[in-house]
Nanobody, 126 residues
Framework: QVQLAESGGGTVQPGDSLRLSCAAS????????VAWFRQAPGKEREGVSCISTTDGRTFYADSVKGRFTTSTDYKTVYLQMNSLKPEDTAVYYC?????????????????????WGQGTQVTVSS
């Protein structure tokens, strides 16, 4: 059973950068979709990004396009977050699952993912 662990969260100022990491144990992330979700207080969990470890395709929420980048070295998945804004404040979770190609169009649906990390807090505040 794959276990995921996030790291790299913290408190930063608007405009700063952070890099989150999602490390897998108990298995590999080969042929998986690995997504980052976030949940702010009082809000629903939302998809931030997704990467296919099969072919490297990436997907992003409109709210983070051009600022966030996801990548992988197949043992760890990263989320590089630049130009952070106060509205990026949330608990960030990584999630992994094996998605059929057709499901990548809706990569942001949390039910598609079988494995979840515990989350890491990101706070953007001046």
């Amino acid at each position: 059973q794959v276990q995921l662990a996030e790291s790299g969260g913290g408190t930063v100022q608007p405009g700063d950068s952070l890099r989150l990491s999602c490390a897998a144990s108990g298995g590999t992330l080969d042929y998986h979709a690995v997504a980052w979700f976030r949940q702010a207080p009082g809000k629903e969990r939302e998809g931030v990004s997704c990467i296919s470890t099969t072919d490297g395709r990436t997907f992003y929420a409109d709210s983070v396009k051009g600022r966030f980048t996801t990548s992988t070295d197949y043992k760890t998945v990263y989320l590089q977050m630049n130009s952070l804004k106060p509205e990026d404040t949330a608990v960030y979770y990584c999630a992994a699952g094996i998605l059929p190609r057709s499901r990548y169009n809706n990569w942001y649906i949390a039910l598609y993912y079988d494995y979840w990390g515990q989350g890491t807090q990101v706070t953007v505040s001046s």
